[in-house]
């Protein structure tokens, strides 16, 4: 029997990173460092959730500083000092190990904002409901920004696709290239199934903060969304080898800015997806 992880057939690209481009320079690190780190984000989270979270000590913050100051964004403080600090001292890893490229961030909020655009577009087109400007833009707008702004992209996107994304992935793909000499694109494959189940496997403290799992058909159900919502942020990582594009997007799914009752994000997330896996397919058309 053939084993097809270092089958010679295999086609040139499929057995190079030139699909995942940041893989080339980032520094491999020891299985039990990938392992610390899993832990300190599953341990982090759990903490933040369960104990600091239902005490309202960050939302009287948020209250105090007339929303300015985002109770999701102190919340993920810690998170990124914590591993912030295990990263850079511990596994001597450094920004182009995590996929950042500053010159990337002005198409990363580009993208961000034609997907916001598209969906401030949809109440009209995919509702029949009375269209109205959503309340907090006649509160307190500059609150409601940095909700999303401090709190999301910032905070809970920039972190969780930083970590999942670009750390679990890049260092998973590595692992499983160096231990079962595997292709590349088995290795990645093996390793977006990977993190994206340890994604989801992190989210249930704050699930279970929002009381959202009102029975076992629920918990599971929310686990496979979570799934199925770290694959589409991975394909769009790779696609466009710029991981503040899959933030912004992360951010809109978690928390969009809208000012409109009735918006849809699913069609312009979709339709952004599209966009990039037909430029890819006509890169690689033109190309062969």
């Not at 269209?131 to 905070?155: K, M, T």
Request: glycine share 6%.
């Amino acid at each position: 029997m053939t084993n097809r992880c270092h089958d010679s057939s295999f086609p040139l690209w499929l057995t190079s990173p030139s699909f995942a481009p940041w893989l080339k320079t980032v520094r491999e690190t020891a299985f039990w460092f990938i392992v610390l780190m899993i832990l300190a984000q599953c341990l982090l989270s759990t903490f933040m959730n369960l104990v600091v979270g239902p005490t309202g000590f960050l939302q009287s913050i948020h209250i105090a500083t007339d929303g300015w100051i985002n109770a999701t964004f102190l919340a993920y403080l810690p998170v990124y000092l914590v591993l912030g600090f295990l990263a850079w001292k511990i596994g001597r890893l450094r920004w182009n190990d995590f996929g950042m490229s500053w010159s990337k961030l002005a198409w990363g909020v580009l993208w961000t904002l034609i997907a916001w655009g598209i969906t401030q577009l949809t109440p009209f087109f995919l509702s029949d409901i009375e269209n109205v400007i959503r309340p907090e833009w006649s509160g307190h707008a500059p609150a409601y920004l940095c909700d999303f702004i401090e709190g999301q992209f910032i905070a809970n996107a920039m972190q969780e696709e930083l970590f999942f994304r670009v750390f679990l992935i890049s260092q998973v793909t590595l692992l499983l290239r160096r231990t079962f000499n595997c292709n590349w694109i088995l290795a990645l494959i093996g390793s977006v199934l990977v993190a994206g189940v340890i994604f989801s496997i992190c989210h249930i403290p704050n699930r279970i903060a929002g009381d959202d799992y009102g029975s076992i058909t629920e918990a599971l159900s929310n686990q496979l969304h979570l799934l199925l919502m770290a694959i589409y942020f991975t394909m769009l990582f790779l696609l466009t080898n710029n991981i503040f594009i899959a933030v912004g997007i992360h951010a809109l799914v978690n928390s969009s800015p809208d000012i409109l009752t009735g918006t849809d994000f699913d069609f312009a997330a979709v339709l952004i997806l599209l966009i990039f896996i037909i430029r890819a397919l006509w890169r690689w058309w033109t190309r062969v």
